[in-house]
Every structure is written in C-alpha cells, then in structure tokens.
C-alpha cells in the first residue's frame, strides 16, 4: 500500500493499486482498486495512511474512514467497475474532499445487498448526511462519482 507522490496517467481500472498525484503535499490522489469486497478495507487503510500523513487530528480521521467505508462498500454493492478513491486536502480552508468513482449501477446487487434485511439498509447516505459538509454524485457517460467534503477540524 504505497502512498507516495506519483505523477504517472492514470492506470486501466485493473491496475495494482497505485496513487495517481502532483507532487504538492495534500494534493488530491488518486487510487484504483480491485472491485471486490476487500477494497473497502483497503481503501480504509489507504486514507488512513494518507490522512495522518497529512496531519489530521484523529476524530476528523475516524468520520473520514466512515465516509470512504459506506461509498467503498456502495460501490462494490451497487456499481460496476471500475473503482477508484480520491482523497484531497484543501490548501484554502483544510476541508477533506473523498471522492469514489464507479462504472455505474448494476443489473445484480452485491453478495451483502441480497443478504441483509431490507430495515439493515440505507443508512450509508445518513451517516454520509450526518458527518459531511456536502455530499453529492456527478453522473458521466461512463462514471459516476460519488463525492463528500468533511469540514476541517476545529
């Protein structure tokens, strides 16, 4: 799990996982994971790594780990590939911006989806609601990003 600068072009949605960055500090970076249930939890650690990298107090990390577990854990559910998570830091007002690009909706729910009960569902957008800033989705031709800002800590 490396989180070090890199200015490469974005790998095919396949590729190891590897950040996509400019060389600033807490410029946005970018990671492709593997579409399967694992990546939520690597996606976890990944922001971890970055975020205390960056200097983030604990409590901002630990509502940032919930955002980027319920968009992960969305995407694999409910999407296609490919996965990617962006993390950035403003320079301006040190909000955290987390950003999870998909492939779209699927035809099939995931393997967790089509197991729980329907009252087990749906509280992801109320977590997300509850810690972010804003919150929201860009919808592509061939992508959808769903995106959160998490106020900087006071």
């Not at 492939?103 to 749906?122: H, Q």
């Amino acid at each position: 799990m490396d989180a070090s600068p890199s200015t490469e072009a974005a790998p095919p949605p396949t590729a190891p996982l590897q950040p996509i960055t400019n060389t600033q500090a807490n410029a946005a970076r970018i990671w492709w994971l593997p579409h399967h249930p694992e990546s939520a939890g690597t996606a976890r650690r990944i922001a971890s790594a970055v975020l205390h990298t960056w200097n983030v107090d604990d409590d901002t990390i630990d509502q940032a780990l919930l955002v980027v577990s319920e968009l992960v854990t969305n995407a694999l559910e409910h999407a296609l590939p490919p996965l990617a998570l962006h993390l950035q830091q403003a320079e301006d007002d040190g909000t955290l911006h987390i950003e999870v690009d998909d492939g779209g909706p699927t035809d099939n729910e995931g393997a967790w989806a089509t197991s729980c009960a329907p009252e087990e569902r749906g509280r992801g957008v109320a977590i997300i609601t509850l810690l972010a800033s804003a919150h929201g989705t860009r919808i592509l031709a061939h992508t959808v990003t769903y995106w959160a800002i998490l106020p900087a800590a006071r």
